[in-house]
C-alpha cells in the first residue's frame, strides 16, 4: 500500500479522548430528558429497549472483563472519520480484554447477511487510522428490517461467538440497529446493539448527539474550495458561481460552509419552506442580488445552493407530487407520445397552477422531472442540476429586465457541485479526536452490558479531554412516520432551526454579503499547529454552544 505524505504524517497521530474513558468503566445513569412524539406507539414496538435511562461515563477504576468478540458495520454513505470509530472500538475491546477480538462485516449490512466478514487484527486497523473513507470494510445500504434477515445475522454472529454488534450509520441505519436490538433481546440472544452517528448532511443531531461525525471534514473541505472558487471569482471579476452542496434534506452543509466562506448569496431550504417562497420568489431574490451589485461595477459573485432544495419549494413540492402520481397511471400512454410533444402533453393534464410552474421550467429541469424517475416511479429530485436550473432562470430574468431598462451588466454563469469530493476525505483533527471517543465509547457501553443505544459525545467545543462520553437510548430519538404508505418508526431528522444561533448569524450578515465582495478564503484543512487552528469546531457548533 503506497502512503501518500498526509497519511504517513497522520499515522503518527494519536486522537484525544474524554478523560472520563480514559480509565472509566463505571456509569452515572440519569432520566431521559427528551420525549418521544408518539410514545405510546414506540413502547408497544420496543418493549425491551424502551424506557431505558441517558448514560453518562465518569472516572473509575478499570475492571477486567472475560472476553468477548465484536462485530462492527459501516452502512451507508461515506463520512471522514469512520476508520477512527473502528480504530476507538478496537482499542476500546483490547483495553478491557487483550484476547477480545474485532470482527467487521464486508461491505455494510449485507455482510451480515451473507456472512461475509473479516477479523480486524492490529496490523490492520494501524493501516487506517486518521485516514479517510470506509475502504477498512467498504458499506452498503442493505436495511436490516426483516426477520429472516435478523435470523441469518445471528446466525454468523454466534458461530463467531460476537456478543456486540456496532452499526456505525445515519438515522434510517440507526433505526435499523433499534429494531435489530429489539429482536435480539426480545429473543434472548444475547446479542447486544450499539449505534453510532454518522452522516456529512449534518441532519442527526438533538440534545445528546451534538453532532454527526463527517460534517466537521465535510464542510471545512467545501469550504476550501469555495474560498478557491471565490478567490478566482473576484480575481477575475467576470462570473457568477453557482455551487450546489450534499445536503438533500437539510441545508447543514450550505449553511455552515456559508458561515465559513461569505458568499455573496445562500439559500436556506428550511426558510424557503417556512416562507412558502416560489421558484420565482428565489429568482428574483438573486436577480436582484445580482443587478444591485452589477450597478456597483460588480458583475461577479457566488451562490451556495443546498441540494435538496427543489423538495422544500411548497410549489415545487406539490408539481412533483402530482406529477408523480400522474405518471404512475399513466405511463404508458405518455410514453407513446412523441418526444418533441411530450411538455405539451404534461401540460395539458396538469392542474393550471401546476401546469404553469412546469411551463416554466427550462426544457432539460422539465424533461427531467417528467423522464428519469427512480425504481418506485418517483423523480429523482437529487439528480436535478438545481445550480443550473437557477443560473438560467436568473438569465431569463436579468434579460428581461435588460429590456425594461432595469439592469445594466453582463451576467456569465459558472456551475459547481460538491458532493463525494467530502466524503471520504482525511478527517479533520475534530473528527478524528470525535469518531475514536465514539468508538471507544460503544466499547464502555458493550462493557456495561448495554443495547438499543446509540454512542454519544457531548461538550465538543470543550478540548477533547472535558468532553462527556455516554449513551443516548436510540428510542428516545423516534417517532412515528408514514413510510411507503405504512407508519414506521423512523429516527427524525434535524433541520436548520430558523430560531438557532447559526442561522440568526447568517441571517445578520447576509444582506452585507450580498452587496459587498465579503468572501473568506479557508485554505485547507489544518492537522499540524496551534491547537486553536488545529482543533477547532465548526461555526455550526461554536454558535449553537454559544462558544
Known amino acids: 500500500m503506497t502512503k501518500s505524505a498526509l497519511q504517513i504524517a497522520r499515522a503518527a497521530y494519536q486522537p484525544k479522548l474524554p478523560k472520563a474513558l480514559t480509565g472509566a468503566v463505571m456509569v452515572k445513569e440519569g432520566e431521559p430528558t427528551q420525549s418521544v412524539a408518539d410514545q405510546e406507539a414506540i413502547q408497544k414496538l420496543f418493549p425491551n429497549t424502551y424506557g431505558m435511562p441517558l448514560i453518562q461515563f465518569v472516572e473509575g477504576e478499570s475492571k477486567e472483563y472475560a472476553p468477548m468478540n465484536v462485530g462492527v458495520i459501516l452502512s451507508g454513505g461515506q463520512a471522514p472519520g469512520g476508520h477512527n470509530v473502528i480504530s476507538g472500538l478496537f482499542d476500546g475491546i483490547k483495553k478491557l480484554n487483550p484476547a477480545n477480538k474485532l470482527y467487521g462485516f464486508i461491505l455494510g449490512p449485507g455482510g451480515l447477511v451473507d456472512h461475509k466478514y473479516m477479523e480486524l487484527t492490529a496490523d490492520i486497523i494501524d493501516e487506517y487510522r486518521n485516514t479517510g473513507g470506509f475502504d ?57 446493539v450499539i449505534g453510532c452517528p454518522k452522516t456529512i448532511d449534518g441532519d442527526l443531531k438533538n440534545d445528546m448527539i451534538e453532532t454527526s461525525f463527517g460534517f466537521d471534514t465535510a464542510c471545512k473541505t467545501y469550504a476550501e474550495v469555495i474560498g478557491n472558487i471565490e478567490r478566482d471569482c473576484n480575481s477575475a471579476r467576470k462570473y457568477w458561481h453557482f455551487i450546489k452542496l450534499m445536503g438533500r434534506s437539510a441545508s447543514h ?6 458561515l465559513q466562506t461569505q458568499p455573496n448569496i445562500c439559500i436556506i431550504s428550511e426558510e424557503v419552506e417556512a416562507k412558502n417562497m416560489s421558484l420565482d420568489d428565489i429568482v428574483t431574490y438573486i436577480a436582484q442580488v ?7 461595477g460588480n458583475n461577479f459573485g457566488t451562490v451556495l445552493i443546498p441540494e435538496g432544495l427543489i423538495e422544500f ?26 418526444r418533441s410533444k411530450q411538455r405539451d402533453y ?21 424533461r427531467q422531472l417528467s423522464l428519469d424517475r427512480d425504481p ?14 437557477l443560473s438560467e432562470m436568473v438569465a431569463t430574468k436579468l434579460a428581461a429586465w435588460k429590456e425594461e431598462g432595469k439592469y445594466v451588466g453582463k451576467f456569465a454563469a459558472q456551475h459547481h457541485f460538491f458532493g463525494y469530493e467530502g466524503r471520504c476525505a482525511a478527517p479533520s483533527n475534530f ?12 466499547s464502555m457501553l458493550i462493557a456495561n452490558g448495554k443495547t438499543g443505544y446509540m454512542s454519544s459525545v457531548r461538550n465538543t467545543t470543550a478540548p477533547a479531554e472535558e468532553w462527556i462520553a455516554g449513551g443516548v437510548p436510540i428510542t428516545m430519538m423516534m417517532n412515528m412516520e408514514r413510510r411507503h404508505g405504512e407508519m414506521k418508526p423512523v429516527i427524525q431528522k434535524a433541520l436548520v432551526k430558523l430560531d438557532g444561533a447559526p442561522f440568526k448569524k447568517f441571517a445578520a450578515c447576509r444582506e452585507a454579503w450580498a ?33
Do not use: W
Open 376 to 389: 418506485h416511479g418517483n423523480v429523482q429530485v437529487s439528480l436535478i442540476e438545481t445550480e443550473k436550473l
Open 515 to 547: 452587496k459587498e465582495t465579503a468572501y473568506v478564503y479557508p485554505g485547507p484543512i489544518q492537522y499540524f499547529g496551534p491547537t486553536e487552528v488545529c482543533d477547532e469546531p465548526t461555526k455550526t457548533l461554536q454558535l449553537e454552544q454559544a462558544k
Open 290 to 296: 445580482v443587478a444591485d451589485r452589477a450597478a456597483a
Open 253 to 258: 452543509i450550505a449553511l455552515e460552509c456559508a
Open 136 to 192: 477498512i470494510i467498504g458499506s452498503g445500504r442493505t436495511k436490516l428490517e426483516k426477520e429472516d434477515q435478523f435470523e441469518k445475522g445471528y446466525e454468523i454472529l454466534k458461530e463467531l461467538g460476537i456478543k456486540a454488534l456496532v452499526i456505525i450509520g445515519g438515522d434510517d441505519s440507526n433505526t435499523n440497529a433499534c429494531v435489530l436490538a429489539e429482536y435480539y433481546a426480545a429473543k434472548n440472544y444475547g446479542i447486544q
Open 313 to 338: 419549494i411548497p410549489a415545487m413540492k406539490r408539481l412533483i407530487a402530482e406529477l408523480n402520481d400522474f405518471l404512475a397511471h399513466n405511463g404508458e400512454e405518455f410514453n407513446s407520445i412523441k
Open 431 to 442: 473528527d478524528a479526536d470525535y469518531c475514536y471517543s465514539l468508538g471507544y465509547t460503544a
Open 346 to 366: 404534461i401540460i395539458s393534464k396538469l392542474t393550471p397552477e401546476n401546469a404553469a410552474i412546469y411551463a416554466s421550467l427550462p426544457e432539460g429541469v422539465a
